[in-house]
T-cell receptor, first 113, second 111 residues
Framework: DGGITQSPKYLFRKEGQNVTLSCEQNLNHDAMYWYRQDPGQGLRLIYYSQIVNDFQKGDIAEGYSVSREKKESFPLTVTSAQKNPTAFYLCASSGQGDPQPQHFGDGTRLSIL | EDQVTQSPEALRLQEGESSSLNCSYT??????LFWYRQDPGKGPEFLFT???AGEEKEKERLKATLTKKESFLHITAPKPEDSATYLCAVRVYSSASKIIFGSGTRLSIRP
């Protein structure tokens, strides 16, 4: 079945360490997104990409980086510069035409050791 | 500033007790409004898209409606399996790619 796969489901980061969250989709969607979800808050956009080899900062990009080398993959790196990385991270994709809903993976929960 | 507000934050109902969730929005120009369901530890699951005032969409016990300022998600005779957080999101004309999410309503249905 088509969908979005995020891995790992749980991730632990040590102080000063960079970690990378994986997001793969087989929906043939052009656009992909990364969100952060904190308790009691709405989803906040970190980065998005509308096409391969191009991406834009969202509302809270500081301390994060992304790449988009393949249409189906959009990994997110949480760098040591992100001082409060503990959160639930969600990856989404959407197809062409507007407005298209975003379809989400099942998230990665990142915690600090 | 574009904004989406959902109310109430939490709602507890008895099985079979119908109610409505509210999503009010203040945006520069609405391209579409989305409703999602999110279970604990999972990603949001898409439910509906509404494009213009007066539009309604239905799915099982859920019905979504849209006015120029707000959307309602009506739940009729809910069952315990309808317990989840319901998220509302809007796409606006001022941003081709951004969707603005509300903080959600946590719905709990007691058997």
């Amino acid at each position: 079945d088509g969908g979005i796969t995020q891995s790992p489901k749980y991730l632990f980061r040590k102080e000063g360490q960079n970690v990378t969250l994986s997001c793969e989709q087989n929906l043939n969607h052009d656009a992909m997104y990364w969100y952060r979800q904190d308790p009691g808050q709405g989803l906040r956009l970190i980065y998005y990409s509308q096409i391969v080899n191009d991406f834009q900062k969202g509302d809270i990009a500081e301390g994060y980086s992304v790449s988009r080398e393949k249409k189906e993959s959009f990994p997110l790196t949480v760098t040591s510069a992100q001082k409060n990385p503990t959160a639930f991270y969600l990856c989404a994709s959407s197809g062409q035409g507007d407005p298209q809903p975003q379809h989400f993976g099942d998230g990665t929960r990142l915690s600090i050791l | 500033e574009d904004q989406v507000t959902q109310s109430p934050e939490a709602l507890r109902l008895q099985e079979g007790e119908s109610s409505s969730l509210n999503c009010s929005y203040t945006v520069s120009g609405l391209r579409g409004l989305f409703w999602y369901r999110q279970d604990p530890g999972k990603g949001p699951e898409f439910l509906f898209t509404l494009y213009s005032a007066g539009e309604e969409k239905e799915k099982e016990r859920l019905k979504a409606t849209l006015t120029k300022k707000e959307s309602f998600l009506h739940i009729t005779a809910p069952k315990p399996e309808d317990s989840a957080t319901y998220l509302c999101a809007v796409r606006v004309y001022s941003s081709a790619s951004k969707i603005i999410f509300g903080s959600g309503t946590r719905l709990s249905i007691r058997p």
